[in-house]
C-alpha cells in the first residue's frame, strides 16, 4: 500500500506548484493543477486493478470496501481534473455531489471499524481516531453543502478545523503508549491504517487552507488563460453564496456570450 506514497507527494506537489503559478497569472498553472488530478485518478485506478488483489485478507474492512474507496477516488479525480480544465460534461456537478457524499458513508464506516477495534483497550487512542475521521467527514460534508447551500457551509467549515486542532493535541499526549502488546503512536496508528483517508484529509485540507486565504484577501485569485480571470471569480460568488439571484448564475450566463462571441469570431 505504501508504493504509492511517493507519487502521491510527487503529484501534490504538482497541485501546489500548479495554485502558485495560477495565482501568479501563469496559465499554465491550472494545466499543471490538472495534470495533477489526473495523475491522481491513474494512481487510484491502478491501485485498484492491480495492488488491490495482492493486499492481506486481514483487513479489518476487506479488500471489497477499499476497492470501493478507490474509485470513488479515481472519479472524484477525474471529475477535478476536467473542473480545471473548464471542462462541462452532463451531470457533472451531480456526479461530484454524488462521489463525495460516497465517501462521507465509505468514511464513517471506516470511523466504526476502527472505534469498535480500539473501544475497549484504548480510550484515548479511539478519541484520536474519531477526531481524525470527524475532521475529514467534516471537511467532506462541508465541500457538499457549499455546492448546494454555501450559507449552511460557513457554519460547518470550523468544524473541520477544530476537530484537527484535537486530533493534534491527542497526538501530541498519545506517544509511545503500549497498544495489543506493542509501543505506537496515535500518528503511527493512523498511517498504519491501510486506507486512503490521509491523501483525502491532505487533500480537502489544502483546498480548505487556500479557499481561506483566498477569502480573505491573502491569496490571489487563481488565473486560467482559457477564460478571463473575472470568470473564476464569478464561480467563486456563487459556490460562496455572495451571489442572490434566481435561475441561472452569472458565471453560466457569462459562459453561453463568451461561447457565442468566440464562435462568432472564429468564422
Known sequence: MKRYNPFYYFLFMGVIMGAFA???????????????????????????IFAVRTYPTHLPYGRPFLSVELGLLALTALLFFLRSFLIEIPFGKEAVLLSLGLLIIVNLVYAGLFVARTWRNNRLLTMGVVCYYAALVSFLATFVTGVVEPDAAKVLGPFGFIFILAFGAIAVI?????????????????????????????????????????????????????????????????????????????????????SKFVRRHRK
Not at 23 to 42: D, R
Not at 178 to 200: A, H, M, P, W
Open 22 to 48: 495560477s495565482m501568479a497569472q501563469n496559465s499554465y498553472g491550472m494545466t499543471l493543477m490538472g495534470i495533477a488530478c489526473l495523475g491522481f485518478s491513474f494512481s487510484f485506478l491502478h491501485e485498484l
Open 174 to 258: 498519545f506517544k509511545k503508549r503500549v497498544y495489543l502488546g506493542e509501543t505506537i503512536s496515535v500518528l503511527n496508528f493512523i498511517r498504519n491504517l491501510g486506507n486512503k483517508s490521509g491523501v483525502l484529509i491532505l487533500a480537502m485540507l489544502l483546498m480548505f487552507v487556500f479557499f481561506g486565504f483566498s477569502q480573505a484577501g491573502i491569496f490571489p485569485p487563481l488565473y486560467s488563460g482559457a477564460m478571463p480571470s473575472g470568470y473564476l471569480e464569478l464561480i467563486r460568488n456563487a459556490e460562496s453564496g455572495q451571489e442572490k439571484t434566481t435561475g441561472k448564475k452569472r458565471y453560466e450566463q457569462f459562459e453561453e456570450q463568451y
